[in-house]
Nanobody, 114 residues
Framework: QVQLVESGGGLVQPGGSLRLSCAAS????????MGWYRQAPGKQRELVAQ???????NYVDSVKGRFTISRDNAKNTVYLQMNSLKPEDTAVYYC????????WGQGTQVTVSS
């Protein structure tokens, strides 16, 4: 059974930081591209950051220079370090594992507000 379990969301003030984690089980983690998506109320889900199995990362323009995606294949975990958070980063953040099939986590809420 495939499971992607996100953690690390919460309420943070503008300018603050959060680190999201996604622990994967039931898949050969090291062959999957891993990504973080987010969905704000009334908006479509969008790709925030992705890291290939080779460690190459890409980001949506709005988070470049503020967010960093990384992976630890020994721990079957992908991270998203989010710095300089803005109110517009408020969303439910989802972990995604992509290879021949896509798998999704349940999501974790990130709220940026003073």
């Amino acid at each position: 059974q495939v499971q992607l379990v996100e953690s690390g969301g919460g309420l943070v003030q503008p300018g603050g930081s959060l680190r999201l984690s996604c622990a994967a089980s039931g898949i050969r983690f090291n062959i999957y591209a891993m990504g973080w998506y987010r969905q704000a109320p009334g908006k479509q889900r969008e790709l925030v950051a992705q890291i290939t199995r080779g460690g190459v990362s890409n980001y949506v323009d709005s988070v470049k220079g503020r967010f960093t995606i990384s992976r630890d294949n020994a721990k079957n975990t992908v991270y998203l370090q989010m710095n300089s958070l803005k109110p517009e980063d408020t969303a439910v953040y989802y972990c995604n594992a992509a290879f021949s099939l896509d798998y999704w986590g349940q999501g974790t809420q990130v709220t940026v507000s003073s």
